[in-house]
């Protein structure tokens, strides 16, 4: 009987990469069986059962197929991630998944947009794509050169990078969003991929429903269960689950779904607007 | 031909959206409705917000999961503004479409269950009171499903304070549910929604020797349960007078029709959306009418309690 | 490496074939032994033969089975054949072998259950009292283990009839099932098994509209009961200073390691031989020996219980 | 999913043959789906819903392979089979199965050897081992001529019949041992299956291992699961369940049945000697 996606695996962390002052990228053996290779946008929940103990939906940023491995990408934005930080190689974490659906690839010539740690699916998308021979352009945004993550994969892999930092350290200096305009000016595009902030995708959204460029976004909500039935990550108005129906939305569906760029509740459901 | 009638509502089927499940916010719970159910039970909610526990809150097991979510909800000033959204038009007036909306609620004393329903009685068909949930806060949820005395009081204390009917919300983790739901009924409820989760149970991880809930301990739900449930509504069919919501473990048309044999006047979906996603309410009623058209019934009516003829 | 004990007995390693399943004659029992179990208990009898309940006795449910045999057996005069013969050498002397035979009665009243185990005493190693059948006739079975009371005069009655060890099996039918161990240990119990089978439940034939079984109800067991019986096992642990017997679900090495982290000293296997066959004992020894060793444990003995650690 | 034997299905009675005074068979519609094709030798159990409700398990004599039936041949021994010898067509009763192990087909020449309603499963083989090319000679044993079962279907298929009365009015006079005794003076065979009364098949067996011929035995068993689990047909000394290592068993696994023509146990587990 093949294990279910929902059992929990616990593994050492078997590398940690030091992407930046904030974010660390661990690594852990997975065996790529029948149902649980992870595709690029899919999402991991991660166990944390010492310490400061929870667990969150994190972003898989690296896919290793051949060498069974895959790469979670976390910032430390709070108590369970500054944890998860603080973790050393041989220590353990309780994984299961992966969760929801993919970014698809439509067309040849794709702008992938990722700011900040939203880079994580983006940089697995641009690997695959680009073993697909799809034509990739990175908007790789941060707020400093120091926090650009994963350039030197990424320009492995043959894709066209383009920087851009808020304080012009590297690249283009300023927001995606003005990359973004910028960008279109020059080059046409079949679709687009973007994750990072939800804000930046409120902004890019409207600059690629302008330029009529169909794109997918990868959003985040509190989860709990991520099996499609708590209805905790249930977005207005569709009702749709992150967990299932995303983290990955179209265009089309972002049009319907409210919320986006506007608010998302917390654990109890209470409602944050941005 | 799969119209029937609910304490005094008339209901499009027979299927209902459990407590608990997709049950968070007006929009998920109107989609399922748009996905065929006749009815929905919100997500339990109380006076104050409340986060529930840290994750894991679910895990599956065998034949469903076991959950302690610890009834997360905003509290019931911010949960106005989804039951003004569930299944009402544009001007906010309820559809007339054989389809409900219920609130479950919970509270630790009779108080503070009456002062909720009060607060939301305009804007909902009915209320379910969760006086039964295994992995409560102290003092809420199954404590009171399991004395019969405190049960006669919430009930009879919410049935004094509301005008649309009320439903008892029971646990099976009694060593007699008779006697809690002829408390319920004696108290004035309306119905009787038969059964909140089992066990509660629990579930080790062999690795770390850590049992993977956060609160440890979960109530079970899923196909795995349907033969307990299936049975506390055939017994407490022939105790009570009032209807009986079944629940537990549906997963199929076949499922459903047992809980009708057994005495149930509707029945609640839950957690086989796990594996059939918001389409099962759909798939059910086609098949449940399949069903009735190659039988001798004509109405669901017809079919409720009939297991107790033989 | 599996070697454990259980109320001062060896034991070649933890498992158990549970009552009820295969254990009506000493041949099957043997079959089970040598399939690598180091117990048997045997089907419950008390001290006249009864022919049980008509079939369908038996009916698949998911996750597991749901049962209503009624207590079937020979009487006491009778089984004495086959008890002189389980795990005997032959002279008809109890092997050395690491290898136990535990005897499952049943009874309406302390006296009955004091008299069997008098008569048998000389023919097994342990007595399981079953006061914990969920479809007994009217006075045996869980009307005993669902009153605190009715449990310590058993228990404490075969107590003093008898000198080998006894054991209480519990049902988890019950409000508190703590309450009810704490009156078993206080009885004189040596040991407790949990648990019995879990509801009843019933399965309705939607063709026919009847119950299934001809007892109507019958008690679950199989995979789809772990959660419940293994949070049964955890929250005894923490109640009672006697070695706890765990049963219910155990289909794999897995199952096993999680009862033995909840508390238990052993545990029994029954349903899974339905899915499995008697050879489930042996594979299970098997993936338990390897799991051990690749484990930081060196002993059963060190795996109880640790899931209280955390 | 594939539906489980375990699951009941209440089939219509299509229609009843009069076999005998006391016998007769039942024929239902029966899909023949993966793992529900039944063998020959193979049980289904019988549940009776109305009247007198019981359940018990019956040899198959009928596999229509083609047509989609099945038939289960009963005789009129008790309240129950009374209660069932007394439905109509149109009737219903509940079914599952098919149960236990079956006849296997060692060699060319076999010699069937079925007394009263024991032809039940040997007329399956007899059909089957035919198709099969297989060279047959059937014993049919019974008290008189009129409790003769199958005799025109088995012709038909080609075997060798050879009928035996206790009173003569058909074949040869006297039991069924004695006729087999008179066979094996003529023939030889690769091997035998034998259903009928324990003690028929035990003054059979004893004549078979002196002739050295190895066979397979039918044997019957008060059953409740028939699934193997409740113990009620466990066999002394083995241990085996007639429901799953059953109902056929081997001359070797005879010798070690050592109930086998002296005792069976009741529903209550008290043994009766014969």
């Known amino acids: 009987m093949a294990k279910s996606i929902n059992e929990y695996e616990i593994s050492e962390i078997k590398d940690i990469i030091i992407e930046t002052d904030t974010i660390k990228t661990f690594i852990f053996d997975w065996d790529m069986e029948e149902g649980r290779i992870p595709k690029p946008g899919q999402f991991m929940m991660v166990w944390s059962f010492n310490g400061k103990q929870d667990e969150k939906p994190m972003s898989i940023s690296k896919i290793g197929i051949n060498n069974n491995e895959i790469g979670i990408t976390i910032k430390n934005v709070g108590e369970f991630t500054n944890h998860i930080h603080n973790l050393e190689i041989g220590d353990k974490l309780g994984l299961r998944g992966p969760y929801g659906n993919n970014f698809s690839i439509n067309g040849n010539k794709i702008l992938a947009i990722g700011g900040g740690v939203g880079m994580a699916p983006i940089s697995t998308f641009v690997e695959y794509a680009r073993e697909k021979g799809k034509e990739i352009d990175v908007i790789s945004a941060s707020i400093t050169k120091d926090e650009l993550l994963f350039t030197n994969r990424l320009d492995n892999c043959g894709a066209n990078i383009f920087t851009c930092t808020d304080d012009g350290t590297c690249g283009f200096e300023g927001y995606a969003t003005h990359r973004t305009i910028n960008i279109l000016e020059d080059s046409c595009y079949d679709m687009a991929v973007v994750c990072g902030p939800e804000i930046m995708m409120k902004g890019i959204f409207n600059i690629l429903e302008d330029a009529s460029i169909l794109a997918e976004y990868s959003m985040e909500r509190y989860m709990k269960c991520a099996m499609g039935i708590c209805g905790q990550c249930c977005l207005d108005n569709t009702g749709w689950r992150v967990c299932i129906e995303g983290p990955i939305f179209t265009s089309d569906q972002i049009k319907q779904i409210i919320e986006f760029g506007k608010y998302h509740r917390d654990a109890s459901g209470v409602k944050h607007y941005l | ?310």
């Not at chain 2, 449940?288 to 039988?295: C, E, N, T």
């Open chain 2, 1 to 310: 031909m799969l119209k029937t009638k609910l304490c005094g509502h008339r209901l499009n089927n027979p299927l209902l959206l459990a407590a608990g499940v997709m049950g968070s916010n007006a929009s998920s719970m109107n989609w399922i409705l748009e996905s065929g159910a006749a009815g929905v039970v919100t997500k339990s909610f109380s006076k104050e917000a409340n986060k529930g526990y840290n994750n894991p809150t679910t895990v599956e097991v065998t034949g469903g999961i076991i959950n302690a979510i610890g009834l997360s909800s905003p509290g019931v000033e911010s949960f106005k503004e989804e039951l003004k959204k569930i299944n009402k038009d544009v001007n906010g007036n309820t559809k007339n479409n054989g389809k409900i909306a219920i609130a479950s609620i919970y509270g630790s004393n009779p108080e503070e269950f009456s002062f909720v329903s009060s607060e939301i009685e305009d804007l909902v068909d009915m209320i379910e009171l969760n006086i039964s949930c295994p992995h409560a806060m102290k003092g809420c949820g199954a404590a009171i499903g399991q004395d019969p005395n405190l049960t006669y009081k919430i009930v009879s204390k919410v049935k004094n304070s509301v005008k649309i009917p009320i439903i008892a919300k029971l646990t099976p983790n009694v060593t007699d549910i008779g006697e809690i739901a002829i408390s319920a009924e004696n108290g004035g409820a309306d119905a009787l929604t038969l059964i909140n989760s089992l066990g509660p149970g629990m579930k080790i991880d062999i690795t770390t020797g850590r049992p993977i809930l956060h609160n440890k301990f979960g109530g079970m739900s899923g196909p795995a349960i349907k033969p307990i449930a299936l049975k506390h509504v055939y017994n407490v069919y022939e105790s009570v007078n009032i209807p009986i919501i079944g629940v537990g473990g549906i997963r199929n048309y076949a499922d459903v029709i047992e809980f009708l044999y057994a005495g149930s006047s509707a029945v609640q979906i839950g957690t086989s959306i796990l594996y059939d996603g918001p389409s099962i309410f759909n798939k059910i009623n086609n098949d449940l009418g399949d069903f009735i058209k190659s039988s001798d019934f004509s109405s669901i009516k017809e079919m409720i309690g009939i297991a107790h003829r033989n």
